[in-house]
């Protein structure tokens, strides 16, 4: 006779849909009694179980949180935000796993040592060499430390998150296809927007808002549309699905194109690197050089009737040419340059303490005799200039271990008989656009942003990934 259990998922999945259409019908009847805000209770009831449940899932949204502009529904305000209810809730549950596991092994890692590091210099600068308080007081401005020290902090306290919670290939493919998914969206609407007429500048292509909120900014654009195009080329190289490339190859010519419509010299700059470093990559193998000579045609041939007279007249206008002199762009060129001087000046005279974190501005308002703000647009010069040389050099240390990890990493992966084998093009991708991160880091503010953090904690996870897992294989054989 036949028993009750093999009934039981049915009746689960009737509970299941009797469940949801309860919370719809609430939903619905309480969005039109109420409004749109009855909502958040519901999203956030939502959001403690996935952290809680799976929370790689969590560190996805966390992810987001950096990299997304929320609708102002969903914002929060003052310290009552989506980022921060997420770090509370990561805090909790990496307490737990802490108590459970007894294993601080994160804490033995060089990547998080220099973050502390690096934040510790950021402290300790703005407390003992902050631009003076009277000054600032007199003019009507205020110190940015606080608040921008806390979003450094938050995107430290992301790293350790992810390291922890990030565990498996799977976890590693997920994170990584988001990001890589949010670049390949950020870039395209930037592209729609400068042939629709819209873009800034004259038509420079940025992201539309609420996507990648740092690619509002055209250069951020052209590196973001870089990355995603390394990112999906090493897919295409590792994915032998029939008719895969015919997606892949016109999303990646309009990641080129984007980078072109961006009008961004940096950009174009960052495209030839990507390029030679892919190519060097792969041992400049006959195919991928005329696979990329191929692309070069279309991109001449198909593209550049698309970009304007006025954008190819900027991005080709690069220092040391005539053009950049007199040419469409020689401002930008112009100002940037001064700008270099004048933190140069600042480094003259702090050299070890920097001014602190977020105190860029202020300090060049006050040293200027233009009174001008712009920020230095390198990543170098504003770690020295706010941080001091400590700081720059932990930086630079990040950087090179970061590295190491990748290559680490590589070494395994590339081995057609380890385990991991399918996370090759993933390292593949980290690298090179590692690469480009630290060549845009010339020309831009980036190492504040999550994009570096993302990397930094890839690099732990895939390290620790692949050593365990060659460990467990010296064990077995």
Request: proline share 4%; aromatic share 12%; hydrophobic share 55%.
């Amino acid at each position: 006779m036949l028993s009750s259990p093999p009934r039981q998922p049915a009746a689960q999945g009737l509970g299941a849909t009797f469940a949801l259409l309860l919370v719809a019908g609430f939903v619905g009847v309480g969005t039109a009694a109420v409004g749109p805000l009855v909502i958040l209770p519901i999203l956030g009831g939502a959001l403690v179980a996935l952290v809680v449940t799976r929370p790689e899932y969590g560190i996805a949204v966390f992810l987001s949180t950096f990299l997304m502009t929320y609708p102002r529904a969903l914002q929060g305000s003052g310290l009552l935000t989506p980022n921060n209810v997420l770090g509370g809730l990561f805090l909790l549950l990496l307490t737990y796993k802490l108590y459970r596991e007894e294993d601080w092994w994160f804490l033995s890692s060089r990547e998080v040592q220099l973050l502390a590091f690096i934040s510790v210099a950021y402290y300790l600068s703005g407390r003992l060499n902050a631009p003076d308080a009277t000054k600032m007081s007199l003019l009507g401005l205020g110190a940015g430390q606080t608040e921008n020290l806390r979003n450094f902090v938050s995107r430290v306290a992301f790293v350790v998150f992810f390291i922890n919670f990030i565990r498996t290939p799977e976890h590693v493919r997920m994170i990584f296809v988001l990001a890589l998914a949010f670049m390949v969206v950020s870039a395209f609407t930037g592209m729609q927007g400068a042939l629709t007429g819209g873009g800034l500048y004259g038509g420079r292509a940025a992201a539309a808002q609420g996507v990648i909120q740092a690619a509002y900014n055209p250069n951020r654009l052209a590196m973001f549309s870089i990355l995603a195009l390394a990112g999906l080329w090493y897919l295409m190289q590792s994915l032998r699905v029939p008719g895969f490339r015919l997606f892949i190859i016109p999303t990646l010519i309009g990641l080129a194109l984007t980078v072109l419509l961006t009008a961004s010299r940096s950009g174009l700059l960052g495209l030839a690197v990507a390029v030679g470093a892919i190519v060097v990559d792969q041992r400049a193998r006959i195919g991928t050089i005329v696979n990329f000579v191929f692309a070069g045609v279309l991109l001449v041939v198909f593209m550049l009737p698309f970009v304007p007279q006025r954008t190819l007249e900027r991005i080709t206008n690069l220092p040391g040419t005539e053009a950049a002199q007199v040419g469409e762009g020689a401002g930008s060129l112009e100002r940037r340059q001064y700008t270099w001087e004048v933190a140069l000046e600042l480094v003259r005279e702090s050299p070890l303490l920097g001014v602190g974190i977020g105190n860029w501005e202020v300090a060049r308002f006050l040293k200027d005799p233009a009174r001008s703000t712009g920020a230095p647009h390198s990543s170098y010069l504003l770690a020295l200039v706010e941080g001091g040389l400590f700081c720059l050099l932990g930086f630079l240390a990040l950087l090179w271990s970061t590295w190491r990890n990748f290559r680490e990493v590589e070494a395994y992966v590339v081995d057609p008989g380890f385990p991991l084998r399918d996370l090759a093009w993933i390292v593949k991708s980290c690298k090179i656009s590692f690469v480009v991160l630290v060549f845009f880091s010339l020309f831009a503010d980036l190492w504040q942003m999550v994009i570096l953090f993302w990397l930094v904690g890839l690099g732990i996870v895939m390290r620790r990934l692949v050593e365990q897992t060659a460990l467990q294989e010296a064990l077995e054989g």
